[in-house]
């Protein structure tokens, strides 16, 4: 092991690598030893304390020894619409392994995990990293079957992990796929002043979401002091029900590329990032065969173009946390720490990565600035409704026939979609994923726009069989998970909404606990830290608004009752004490009892 | 006295500190007793309620006793309240939670150090544990919390004295802040 590790540092000797060391060796040994703990510790130079919580912060990461084959299945809304709960226990029974369990015999261990970005081909799960898709029961088969045969991952048939693009609708920029170099050539040609120019004509806004002016914020960053700058593509798409990055690195990885050396050019950057998600490792060789085509080809690295551009991209892999997509977390996590967001002010464009003014954006919008560069700011800008100029890509899945990729102009009406995409009896769109709002029957003329629905592209349909608290439920857990643990409010908070949601659920909830749950999501959304916490209470919040007799419904008409078995809590007591009389147990529900 | 508004206090799983900081009002207690009489309180022995406005619960809910205690209150106090961390958050008892409850009994009774005669303590007469400490609020519905460890004087005295006057009783910042 020793040697191992001191090989893997040697290639990466600094800190900032620690994720990228500790993903390396969690793959070779399926957990993080100790012993490689103290050793990182002394060759990176980092405390031990520092390691562990990096560890520990990190789903993928491991103290405790998980399975040679390390078999995860993806708990997203869309998994579960699909079987997802049926077929976990397929999987329990077929490789004798209880979920959260390692097989004692230490070949396989079976887990949960956050939403694994195939959600239009699910029930989707992840082997040792690997995405996983279309799991049924035969495919399950054929899997236990492998693993229990100890047959390597590459001798396993490809089409277990058969991933598609199913892009069913293409606009602006989907319908154009560049020329490698075309747009660096473009800026070669124009200038890069005009470059940016031709950007902030278009009124490119930022695809993440949050729709920030692309032009505005290359031009802070330009004009910052310091001259070491960065780029960050931020590839780290955990939004439940967002998968359209993986498409755009899937098959327009070149033009992505080119956007970022086109927002190197514009402002002075020499080194750039893609933080890619950990659950996107089967694109990784093949994003690193498209950096090393590109480097050959004279369009990064040295000298580019003969223009005396000096630009090169990294490749930084995650390790399964959400909260990595906010972008000062995700540049924590790429300086090799916890993902934990960090107080902004300052913004990443004053001080990002080490410090350094850095443009994070969005696989989309980089994908977007390319064709700008080669089209021009008004061809983009003639699309799209006043304040969203042009097109947004969708992740489109659930209850539809077509779940797929879908490009439309900004201003398209949920009722389009949903005819577009064939989805029959809706009862309501989730928009913008978990963190987005929940969208009623009554409102589908409503508008994909930042004026209105503004959104990252998650797009996820439910017909009338579906129960919306199945729903807020999964949603109120994955926040619950997701929490960084940095701030009071979320931490505990989310974890509370959780406890809060799952009485009412099973039916435990009594006249206040709506009251009071709808008190804890203003406390959490009203005093936490970032983004996930301001945002963990809208399942509830927005569903409650549109449906609240479907919570009061679950309450019983009593002033109130546990949510915990409160018998069931005297168990373990009742069984040392070796007792069984009536004094050993409790009602749940008092019946009135008079001294 | 028939129209003096009636008060119970109790300690669950608590170590009465809550009570003992409720006694520092000092001489208002004179003041309160004109309008106040006490129903089941260890101030009072009074072993069981009857018909209250105010019930005072100091503590977690560890074991089965208490959560008879609890309904007991909850039935007869028109107003109840949690006061302090043990009653609001299970606080130091609720320590035991990271540990199984099985684990403690066999510390306890059967292999500590010095244990003699182990054997673990088996009669009717006993209140059998929780498998953790429960907050109260999680075992009956709590109308107000009185937070701190123990919660001053002077926030038993400004929450009475609001409630006793027909005030919605709100504790100030300066009560509330501990550092």
Redesign the interface.
Known sequence: MRQFVQGIVENNHQATHLLQILRQIQSRFHYIPEEAIEQLSGLLNIPRTQIISVIEFYSFFHLTRRGRYELLISDSITDHMLGKKDLLGYLENKLAVAVGEVRPDGVVSLDNTSCTGMCDQGPAGLVNGYALTHLDHSSIDKIAELINQQKPLSEWPSELFQVDDNIHKSGLLLNQQLEQGAALKAVLTRGIKETLTEIDKSGLRGRGGAGFKTAMKWQFCSEEQQTERYVVCNADEGEPGTFKDRVLLNTYADQVFEGMTVCAAIIGAKQGFLYLRGEYLHLHDKLQNILEQRRRNGLLGTNILDAGWNFDIEICLGAGAYICGEESALIESLEGKAGIPRNRPPYPVTQGYLGKPTVVNNVETFLAAASIAVNGGDWFASIGTEKSKGTKILSISGDCARPGIYEYPFGVTVQTILHDCGADDVLGVQVGGPSGSFISDQEFERKLAFEDLATGGSFIIFNTSRNILDMVHNFTHFFAHESCGFCTPCRVGTSLLQKQMDKIVEGHGSAGDVVALEELCQLVKNYSHCGLGQTAANPILTTLERYPDLYQNRLKEISYEPGFDLDGALETARRMANRDDAGAHLAQIEVNEHE | MANKIRVATTSLAGCFGCHMSFLDIDERMLQLVEVVEFDRSPLTDIE?CTHCDIGLIEGGVCN?EN??VL??F??NCKILVAVGACAINGGLPAMRNHI???EC?NEAYLDGIGVENPQ???D?E???????V?PIH????IDYFLPGCPPSADVFWKFLTDLIEGREPSLPYELVHYD
């Open positions: 069981h089965s959560v008879h309904r007991e909850r039935n199984p409850l099985e009994l673990i303590p088996s009717i006993l209140p059998l544990l929780l498998n953790q429960y999680e075992v009956v519905k």
